[in-house]
């Protein structure tokens, strides 16, 4: 039997690509097999990389079109067909996977494949590709693996699955006597696959007899020791633990077969491997993440071995590579491109670092101390001392390890502002384990999201956040502690242990020396408001420069105490050695603070610092006048208030003094990455005025700031400067920043410039007098003919005007030469149907805005905000709706 | 070279030059020939009824092979505006003065060895009732314009960029009006005027329109830079789209009419519009009807184009804003109430 002719045409496949090879099996018998092979009919060249691509089943080398598309002309990439699959030979016969190893050495011996070599691989292609690999350690560079697997880790449900498979009569019927298997597959992703895809990857499977493979690639998955490949595959299983070159692994998380618990798995064997996980993103991983291909080969042209300029400079016309770092030197800490330097495992450095100022300190310079430390004006308050908080992170600490948690491990804690939490999160730094800490405010399906990408080895929570935990389905392999009482409840949620009798379990352990500056410290998350959650990995290092920053910034001292009426800062008043009291509202609902309950929770601790989001301080100002004298004077011993997380209002801030008149009104500019980045006080906001966006003020102690220019279609140029009035992305560098994206390797990398700076996503300008502006999102700069335009200074512009509530300046049609279109609501409900605004609004509209031609301008009841801030603008939905209108479908209502 | 000179040089240094203005009593013939004449080169009108112009002309079907002949020669360019537009007359009509005039006029040009040809053509020619948004000059298509007029002068322009003239440069200015335009304005400020003004849809649909200035300066610019930009085609506007219910709403303010537009829905504009063009093609009425299925279109689907190309290669900016452009037509309207 030979192989069948390739039934060209076939979308995104170069018939010029395709080609046979003849081998000779390990049974003596001269087998063809079918290749894409990007450098097919060409006699001469050593390609700079070879990337040898293995699809897994029931796929065939068409998984690998657009990665043959898009790599670079000097290198290779060859996708075989698996014998027996594609349009490889069918052989009838079963074949192995120890066969099947060797069959992919006998070919890249006959396509005189001699390195260097990159595998890429999926599915059951996954276990031959890294057999090659490690059969052939002198050609072998990097690896690249994509929803795969090479042991069952346990708790696993997919034995179940293929079992049910396999079962008789099932098997037969759902892979070979009908395509019930293949069509299955591809129906797996998030969207609907298109027609003429569907149709290539069902290409080369018609029949039973072009299908029988497919099924005995089901047989030959070993369930147990019992199984023919058992051994081959547990060869490599454990071999893959001796790998040296970089490991690239590419996951859709959705996969019903190939879930985290395989990733996982593959990660703790290669714990030197980055990891993008495709939040989203299902089986075939490379088809339903768009950045999926193209951050493989940017992640491919940085390997080592490379010469990097050559093979980064031909990838330059890659669609939606947002810019391609080049291979700088300069990078102050881990590149990018050292994969091995930026493991997305925890690491522990070698190189022991000097005896420094941990974040322990702030609490151990105080553990004699009975003053209150932490006050918790809830239901019941209680008062924490800072001898007890001390004694509690030691036993804690010291029961955390008697219990099997250990330095690397990461330890979701979802508990409540206060003193137990401020404990756990102390106790696990203490011992080196990593805080994984989710935001309520995520929303359930959110947390559940961030909780599973960081993949938490334990769980400490209250009774709430175990059930939470069940009810998101995340699989935790080690320890769930329960914070509080055992009930009925809790016991059924699967608590291994209580928090309380941890502290008597380790009282004869000894506690390690204090953690690395660089081991990781924490895993938090970014808001979501656009797109999923991304986690967030800080080493101990950052944390500690963060604290020196907030320090230095606002001139902390010992006796300044904090009423942390924002959730993340809950924690921060130990390390900062300052008193903190949480006051009495629902940290995930700032609305819900009063100005008494702030005034008691300032004179629970005599504070003289407040921080509160700007939801809690229009609470507080609102509720001004629930105040009793007493409290009003509380309030007065107020020093500063800092406001943060989203844009705060000016007029915010004035109001502000009417509740705390002796406080000197502060906002922070930052995120989640980085934070804070610069600050400005009220007063010099006034002296700020009106000018191109939001003034943010002069970069705070530490902080060094650059703007990468936009070029005429609205893309940064790649070249930061600190150039005055030069308009373009923001870019930081900060010893508090963070160390990466968790498991999103291709998004660290669009975020991080050349030299390692972080990429805010925000662009804006410096001033002359050194301040930085903020101008709006990267995504939200409307790229006009005349170049790009930003969108705050407009939207402030319109809004005031009188009779505007809200406005954003979106762009409608093409980039490059979009039409400005200003949406905006106005304070009197019209009810004209039409979307259009009177020539008058027209008018004063344009008068307003100089920068560029308006458009028009278009009326809405309201404007989209994203579900999770209520404030943010949802520009792209509002872009996508005007543009439906101005295309003048002729039937637009009012929204 | 030297049968360029027309016997001086203009304040740039630039040569002047004899050129054939076709069309001249256009509004937009009549803007070029003005301009041309204006900056010193010797011009030409070639059409069928005199222009009060005060320049020298010749009176002419486009379609008489001999008399085009007789014009051409002795000219270094042609700027080519003759055109049948409207909807009224019968497909053969359309053919005979856009697609016949325009072979003849290039082949008394090719018999003459006049280099250089300005096509002024129409964005129609390349648009089949789908939205345009941010688009460029797309291939002319006879076989999915809409309309005689579209279809004929998709064809002219396929035959002119196919041609042996060495220079032809297409410009293809988007809804020009102006002050004592009667093609446009004229018709919507009529139409408003008897109160039969309507808005289709909402009005809502963006599209790109070209003050009269500013269209004749870039078919200036293309004459001038023919010879690089030879074969180019290129769609010209003031390079700000507006609503079609803010356009309407604009011009009839200027022209002093304050009125509430009624609104139809845009699918029964198309069907009033293709009654109307049943009822005017069997009664042979000479005038147009007060609606069509193109105007429809035209009207409820945006049209807007990426200018960025035609300012490049013209070298050429729109000089006349639309809200100058407003402020012109309410005084023309003004000095004439």
Not at chain 1, 104 to 122: C, E, K, Q, R, S
Not at chain 1, 466 to 485: F, P, Y
Not at chain 1, 617 to 626: I, L, N, P, S, Y
Request: glycine share 8%; aromatic share 4%.
């Amino acid at each position: 039997m030979t192989s069948v002719a390739v039934p060209f045409p076939l979308a995104g496949v170069d018939p010029a690509w395709s080609r046979t090879v003849s081998i000779t099996d390990s049974d003596g018998i001269t087998r063809t097999v079918h290749v894409l092979d990007s450098w097919n009919g060409r006699e001469s060249g050593v390609p700079e990389l070879t990337v040898l691509c293995v699809h897994g089943n029931p796929t065939w080398s068409y998984l690998w079109r657009r990665l043959v598309s898009l790599a670079p002309a000097q290198w290779r990439v060859v996708a075989v067909d698996q014998i027996g699959m594609g349009f490889s030979e069918r052989t009838g016969s079963m074949r192995r996977l120890a066969q099947r190893i060797d069959d992919l050495g006998a070919i890249t011996a006959a396509l005189g494949i001699d390195g260097p070599v990159a595998t890429v691989a999926h599915d059951w292609g996954g276990p031959v590709s890294l057999g090659w690999a490690l059969a052939h350690p002198e050609l072998l560079v990097g690896v690249v693996l994509t929803n795969t697997a090479v042991s069952q880790p346990p708790a696993s449900p997919a034995p179940r699955l293929i079992r049910a498979v396999r079962s008789p009569g099932v098997l037969n019927a759902m892979t070979v006597r009908t395509q019930g298997f293949v069509r299955g597959t591809l129906r797996l992703g998030p969207h609907r696959m298109s027609a003429e895809i569907r149709q290539g990857f069902l290409a080369p499977y018609p029949t039973a007899q072009s299908r029988e493979a497919i099924g005995d690639f089901v047989t030959d998955i070993p369930l147990d020791a019992s199984h023919p490949s058992f051994a081959a595959l547990d060869a490599v299983a454990e071999g893959v633990r001796g790998l040296q070159v970089p490991v690239l692994l590419a996951w859709g998380p959705s996969d019903p077969v190939f879930s985290d618990l395989y990733l996982n798995d593959l990660a703790q064997r290669m714990p030197h491997a980055d990891v993008h996980r495709y939040v989203g993103a299902s089986h075939l991983v490379t088809e339903d993440a768009p950045h999926a291909i193209p951050d493989i080969l940017t992640w491919l042209s940085s390997l080592p071995s490379l010469s990097p300029l050559s093979s980064l400079s031909s990838l330059s016309p890659l669609p939606s590579l947002p810019s391609l770092p080049s291979l700088s030197p300069l990078s102050h800490r881990g590149h990018p491109s050292a994969h091995l330097a930026r493991s997305d495992a925890p690491v522990v450095a070698a190189d022991a670092p000097e005896a420094r100022h941990d974040l322990l300190e702030g609490l151990r310079s105080r553990s004699r101390d009975e003053s209150a430390a932490i006050v918790e004006l809830g239901g019941s308050p209680r008062i924490v001392s800072w001898r007890e908080l001390s004694a509690t992170v030691d036993a804690l600490a010291a029961g955390f390890m008697a219990t099997g948690i250990s330095a690397g491990d990461r330890v979701a804690v979802l508990i409540p502002p206060g003193a137990d939490l401020t404990a756990c999160v102390y106790a696990c730094w203490r011992i080196g384990a990593v805080v994984v800490a989710v935001d309520a405010g995520l929303g359930v399906r959110g947390m559940g999201r961030a909780l599973r990408s960081a993949a938490p080895r334990h769980l400490i929570a209250v009774g709430r956040g175990l059930a939470l935990a069940r009810a998101v389905r995340l699989s935790v392999s080690g320890q769930r502690i329960l914070v509080g009482t055992a009930t009925a409840s809790s016991r059924a949620l699967g608590a291994d242990a209580l928090l309380r009798d941890l502290i008597a379990l380790g009282a004869s352990t000894e506690l390690p020396a204090a953690p690395y500056a660089d081991a990781e410290a924490v895993v938090v998350f970014t808001s979501g408001a656009t797109g999923p959650a991304k986690g967030v990995v800080y080493r101990h290092e950052a944390l500690e420069a963060q604290r020196d920053a907030l320090r230095a910034l606002y001139s902390i001292e010992p006796d300044d105490a904090l009423v942390a009426a924002f959730p993340p800062w809950a924690v921060l008043g130990p390390a900062l050695s300052i008193a903190t009291a949480v006051p009495d509202m629902d940290p995930t609902s700032p609305g819900t603070l009063t100005a008494p309950a702030l005034a008691d929770a300032v004179q629970a601790v005599k504070a003289r610092l407040v921080w509160a989001s700007p939801a809690a301080v229009r609470a507080v100002v609102e509720t001004a006048d629930e105040l009793s004298p007493l409290q009003r004077i509380a309030l007065e011993q107020v020093r500063l208030l800092m406001s943060a997380g989203a844009p705060v209002p000016l007029s915010l801030l004035e109001r502000s003094l009417m509740v705390m008149p002796n406080a000197d009104p502060h906002t922070p500019y930052g995120m989640t990455e980085a934070l804070p980045i610069s600050d400005i006080s009220l007063s010099q906001l006034r002296e700020a005025g009106i000018g191109n966006g939001v003034c943010v003020g002069w970069p705070v102690p530490g902080v060094t700031l650059r703007v990468d220019p936009l070029d005429s279609s609205g893309e940064p140029r790649g070249e930061p400067s600190d150039a005055v009035a030069v308009t373009g992305e923001i870019c930081v560098n900060a010893p508090h920043l963070k160390d990466r994206y968790d498991r999103l390797w291709g998004t660290e990398r669009a975020a991080t410039t050349d030299d390692g700076w972080h990429r805010t996503g925000d662009v804006g300008h410096l001033d002359a007098e050194g301040r930085l502006w903020v101008e709006g999102r990267r995504q939200h700069v409307v790229s006009t003919d005349r170049g790009p335009v930003t969108p705050v200074a407009i939207e402030q512009a319109v809004e005031r005007l009188p009779g505007i509530v809200h406005a954003a300046a979106v762009g409608v049609g093409p980039r490059g030469t979009e039409q400005l279109v200003v949406v905006v609501v106005t304070d009197e409900p019209t009810r004209q149907r039409s979307p259009l605004a009177s020539l008058e609004l027209l008018d004063q509209v344009r008068a307003a805005v100089t920068q560029v031609s308006v458009s028009t301008v278009l009326i809405r009841k309201s404007l989209p905000v994203d579900r999770r801030h209520n404030s943010k603008i949802d520009r792209q939905e509002l872009a996508a709706w005007a543009a439906d209108v101005l295309a003048g479908s002729g039937r637009t209502a009012r929204r | 070279m030297g049968r360029r000179c027309v016997g001086g040089q203009r304040s740039n240094g630039a040569a002047l030059m004899r050129v054939l203005v076709t069309g001249g009593t256009s509004m937009l013939g009549a803007s070029v020939a003005r301009i041309l004449s204006e900056r010193g080169d010797q011009v030409t009108l070639l059409q069928r009824s005199p222009s009060g112009s005060g320049l020298r002309e010749i009176l002419s079907d486009i379609t008489d092979a001999d008399a085009v002949s007789a014009a051409v020669a002795n000219h270094h360019a042609v700027v080519h505006c003759a055109a049948r537009v409207g909807v009224v007359g019968s497909a053969a009509d359309f053919e005979r003065t856009n697609v016949t005039g325009t072979r003849v006029l290039i082949e008394a040009m090719v018999r003459h060895g006049v280099e250089r040809l300005v096509h002024v053509s129409s964005p129609s020619v390349a648009h089949s009732g789908a939205a345009l948004v941010g688009v460029g000059a797309q291939p002319a298509d006879p076989a999915t314009a809409r309309g005689h007029y579209s279809r004929t002068k998709a064809a002219a322009e396929l035959l002119a960029l196919a041609s042996d003239v060495p220079a032809v440069v297409v410009i293809r200015p988007h809804l020009v009006w102006g002050p004592g335009d009667t093609q446009l304005i004229g018709r919507i400020v009529d139409r408003a005027r008897a109160g039969r003004m309507a808005l289709i849809g909402n009005g809502t649909a963006l599209i790109d329109t070209t003050y009269i200035d500013n269209a004749a300066d870039a078919l200036v610019h293309a004459l001038d830079r023919a010879p690089q930009l030879r074969g180019e085609c290129l769609v010209v506007s003031n390079g700000e789209p507006r609503t079609v219910a803010e356009l309407i709403e604009r011009i009839l303010r200027a022209a002093g009419i304050s009125t509430r537009l009624r609104s139809v829905p845009a699918s029964a504009a198309r069907g009033a519009g293709a009654a109307a063009e049943k009822v005017w093609s069997a009664t042979s009425r000479d005038d147009d009807p007060p609606m069509t299925r193109f105007l429809a279109e035209q009207l409820s689907t945006a049209h807007w184009f990426d200018q960025r190309r035609t300012r490049d290669l013209l070298e050429w900016q729109p000089q006349v804003t639309l809200t100058e452009g407003f402020e012109r037509l309410a005084q023309w309207y003004a000095e004439r109430a």
